[in-house]
Structure formats: C-alpha cells, structure tokens
C-alpha cells in the first residue's frame, strides 16, 4: 500500500467489483460528514448493535430508510432515506457501470469506526434484490478485504481505502464475504473535521 508516491487507480478488483479512488470531491466529502453528524442529532442515534448471540459490533451505525437490524429487516422507516443520497447512490452505480441499471437504494447504513473499531467478514444477504451495494469512504484510510462468496475464509484480495474512495460490488460479486480488518487511526485530512472513518452503503432491499 503506497500512498502520496503514485496515483491511485480505478481498478476492477473481481469481477461486478469496482474501486474509484478519489472520487467524491473534497468539498462533497465535508458535506457528507457534516450530514452524518446532522443525522445522528435524532430521532436516529449512533449506536452499536449487539448481535443475537450477544456480541456487539465494535462500529457505531445508523440506519436511514428502511431499518436493518441483525439479521432482517423491518417495515418501519425512522428517518427516510433522503432523495439527494439515493440520487448520489445512482451516480455511483453509473459511475461503476458506466449506466445506473435502475439502481432505487430503499436503505444506507452509516458506519462509524472509532479507535480500534473493524468489522468482521460478513456477507450482506438480507435483501431480496440482486442490485449492488454502494459504499463510500470518508475520513481515515483502512484495509477492505473482498472474499469470495463460499465462505470468510481465503480467498481474499485486500484493497486500501481512503476518504473519498467509491467501492461498489454486484454482479459475481455481490454476495462475497468482506470486512474491514484494519483502520489506519490518524490519517485522515484535518480539514475534514473528522477523528475516525464514516462509512456509507447503500442497498436495494427489495421490499415493497
């Protein structure tokens, strides 16, 4: 992993896997932080969410749109998804694609990674819908493992992800295990604002 030396690249890292480094703007990404914090005023707080088994997941996450919760979810909308982020979410998708493919994300989930916080290798299998997951990068750089969909083991391929970054994953690719195993504290631009990484995916449930 290099950073400053070389420029990063667009990169297809599997197949209906695409990496865009860099491209939410500086002044989109203060936007974007800004927001977040905005969302977690209420009636949504950041939180972590304790798993069935009783663990608790070390992120701190928020749900807009339709409420996800381990591992399901329910018919009820806290706060609704707001038009100008699923609009961002379409950008992405075509941006990935080259055309949105009708991409409609009903739900986003923001992830917050404080001080020694990572995430596990999981597979998102609760929607319905088949359409990609948009992920988006703000604050701290980390380590993005994409496994492979049989289970959290290798296979893997591990990508640098860094405040601004586009990560989207569909087609053969969208139901791989993948996880964050690693956040690099204290790297994010100060005129961010931000201590820590903000991670923002959107979905397709598929619901009605």
């Known amino acids: 992993m290099t950073e400053g030396l070389f420029p990063r690249e667009r990169a297809v890292v599997a197949p209906g896997a695409v990496h865009v480094p860099g491209w939410l703007t500086a002044a989109r990404q203060r936007e974007l932080v800004a927001a977040c914090r905005e969302f977690g005023r209420g009636p949504l707080t950041y939180r972590q969410t304790v ?16 409420q996800w919760v381990p591992y399901r979810y329910l018919d009820s909308v806290a706060v609704g998804l707001p038009d100008w ?9 075509a941006e990935a694609y080259g055309a949105d493919g009708g991409f409609a994300p009903d739900t986003a989930l923001v992830n917050f ?3 020694g916080a990572r995430m596990g290798m999981h597979q998102d299998r609760e929607e319905r819908s ?3 997951v948009v992920s988006l990068s703000l604050g701290d750089r980390c380590v993005f493992r994409l496994g492979n969909s049989a289970g959290r083991g290798r ?12 990560f989207v994953f569909g087609g053969e690719s969208r139901w791989v295990y993948h996880g964050v195993p690693r956040v690099f504290a204290g790297t994010a631009d100060p005129s961010l604002g931000l201590t820590g990484r903000l991670n923002i995916t959107l979905r397709e449930t598929g619901r009605s």
């Open 130 to 132: 088949g359409a990609p």
């Open 85 to 93: 982020l699923a609009a961002l979410g379409r950008e992405a998708v």
């Open 113 to 115: 990674y404080g001080d």
């Open 155 to 166: 296979p893997w391929t591990d990508v640098e992800l860094a405040s601004g970054d586009l």
């Open 51 to 66: 798993l069935p088994g009783g663990g608790v997941m070390s992120v701190r996450s928020l749900c807009l749109g339709r």
